[in-house]
């Protein structure tokens, strides 16, 4: 398992797409990190508004996502799943492997992004002489829901790959699901006067347990819960279908 | 060594692979022909637990493949050149290959060298050649350094130089005592290198024998020339047998070179030349594959 682990990790980092996922999160996080403390200039010295900041880590757990998909749909877009599972031929072993592989990515990715935040403001805000709060305990928790938060969305992202193997349905259908899919669909529960449904929808249970917070969302520990279930879900019918799969 | 028992598999309304079943004995290089959509790779993907078939199965070195413990160490396999990450180089993927199984760096370089792609290891694989990509294959195949080898048309995409170079592979790791199930729609490209043959043809099994066997079984005739061809050939043609003239003084009968020699001698006819003809392996591979090549 831990070899397998170790070739997943280097899968991910033996292709373009690494440099870029890396570049990208670092552009990222700088400009939402900057527009953020730009664009507020009273509650600078804030320990709410500093905490705030570390939601910016947020642009991580989307790529989070987008590279759990990857690194399953990518072994059949280029067939390379062939030599995987000959190498492993349990097939469940090579997606357990992924899941643990892209976890510890996720965590790097979040960690990468939390990274940038800090060398964005922590120089800004002692310029503009803002009192610094890093010491407060809601600090380490607001970024230890985050580094949770990539780790959920990661897995969801594995599972979805999992269950779709085609790398362009997967990741165009996550994202119309996301942006499109959830929305219409909480309109429709609104119709049918289900609004409390709405949160247990699998992105609305992702969104409750990064800890920010927001309206009509489950609590954070119901989110992590919700979260983890929708994933088991998906996982597990996405390995039933690896499993049976013709690799041909 | 390779089992395959009533091996049925189909795609749909399709029958790819119909109640196969052949065996490939231990140290022998075995070419698995067939025309193209014969069933072979699907017999192949089965045999590696990467097609579940509808009936039978097959075991490798007696167990199912997924049963064998670390199975690359004992079997080695080359499926399609592309299916390889073109963003990748080749040593790369090796590497990525190489760490799940628990083989060192070391056998990375060493199987590059033996396929001779050390040079273009660290280029990306998107620009390799479709030669290239099947010696990286190969290389895939040996990183374990299997005692089983199951190659399907490893010789897509070389040039004779580079088919030269395969059926050299081929006899030094059969020399060194491997089991090679080798796939190819062209006879030729396997007939100097196997010891056996099957011969599959819409997913049937045509024939499993020796090469020698299968030349044996072929009809050849009896090629002799004579100045007086036209008087052989009434007095062979007299004797019930089926004479074609193909010119230059030159006839071809289905008759053993001893009767015509005798036939010859008791009649006063000179010959020139008394050769037995052999079928190509190539033709025996047409007749045998015929009649069932149209719908």
Redesign the interface.
């Known amino acids: 398992m831990t070899t397998l682990v170790r070739s997943e990790l280097l899968k991910i980092r033996t292709t373009r797409s690494w440099w870029a996922y890396l570049m990208v999160i670092v552009l990222f996080t700088a400009i939402g990190v900057a527009a953020e403390i730009g664009s507020s200039s009273a509650d600078r010295g804030t320990s709410d508004f500093q905490v705030s900041l570390v939601d910016t880590v947020g642009v991580a757990v989307l790529f989070a996502i987008i590279l759990g998909i990857t690194i399953v749909t990518t072994e059949f877009r280029h067939g390379t799943v062939t030599p995987t599972f000959l190498v492993e031929p349990h097939r469940e072993r090579v997606i357990l492997s992924k899941a643990i592989a892209g976890v510890v990515v996720a965590i790097g990715f979040a960690l990468l992004s939390l990274l940038v935040v800090a060398a964005v403001a922590i120089p800004w805000l002692t310029i503009v002489d803002a009192e610094l709060h890093l010491a407060d305990g809601e600090f380490a928790t607001r970024v230890g829901q985050q580094l949770l938060s990539a780790v959920l969305w990661v897995l969801m992202g594995v599972a979805i790959g999992t269950l779709v193997h085609s790398q362009v349905a997967a990741l165009v259908g996550t994202l119309i699901w996301i942006f499109l899919g959830e929305t219409l669909l909480v309109g429709l529960f609104g119709l049918l006067d289900v609004d409390g449904a709405a949160a247990y929808l699998p992105f609305h249970a992702l969104d409750s347990a990064d800890g920010s917070g927001g309206e009509n969302l489950l609590s954070y520990e119901g989110g992590i819960a919700v979260a983890l279930g929708w994933i088991a879900l998906l996982g597990a019918a996405g390995i039933w279908r690896t499993r049976r799969r013709d690799i041909s | 060594m390779i089992e395959v028992v009533d091996l049925t598999k189909r795609y749909g309304k399709v029958v790819a692979v119909d109640h196969l079943s052949f065996r490939v004995e231990p140290g022998t290089i075995t070419g698995f022909l067939g025309p193209n959509g014969a069933g072979k790779?699907?017999t192949l993907?089965s045999v590696?637990?990467?097609?579940?078939p509808d009936t039978g199965g097959a075991t490798v070195l007696g167990r199912k493949?997924?049963e064998?413990d670390r199975?690359?160490h004992r079997v080695g396999?080359v499926?399609?050149a592309?299916?390889?990450?073109?963003?990748?180089?080749g040593r790369?993927h090796l590497?990525?290959?190489a760490?799940?199984?628990?083989i060192p760096r070391s056998r990375v370089e060493e199987v590059l060298d033996l396929v001779e792609l050390s040079e273009a290891a660290k280029r990306r694989v998107k620009g390799y050649s479709l030669g290239m990509r099947q010696r990286l294959g190969l290389a895939?195949a040996l990183l374990g350094d299997p005692e089983v080898l199951v190659l399907d048309e490893p010789a897509n995409g070389l040039d004779p130089a580079g088919i030269r170079w395969l059926r050299d592979l081929l006899r030094s790791l059969a020399a060194e005592g491997r089991t090679i199930l080798v796939s190819s729609h062209v006879l030729a490209e396997v007939a100097q290198t196997v010891d056996r043959v099957v011969i599959i043809h819409r997913g049937r099994l045509i024939q499993q024998a020796s090469i020698a066997e299968v030349l044996a079984g072929a009809q050849g005739g009896t090629r002799v020339r004579s100045p007086e061809a036209s008087r052989l050939r009434t007095l062979l043609a007299a004797q019930g047998a089926t004479v074609t003239d193909v010119g230059d003084g030159t006839l071809v009968a289905d008759v053993p070179p001893e009767r015509i020699g005798e036939l010859a001698a008791a009649n006063n006819v000179v010959l020139h030349e008394l050769t037995v003809e052999r079928a190509t392996l190539e033709e025996v591979f047409l007749e045998l594959t015929a009649g069932e090549t149209t719908q």
């Open positions: 790779s699907t993907r590696l637990d990467l097609v579940h493949y997924r064998l199975p690359i396999a499926l399609e592309s299916e390889v990450h073109p963003g990748r180089s790369n590497r990525v290959l760490a799940a199984a628990g895939t």
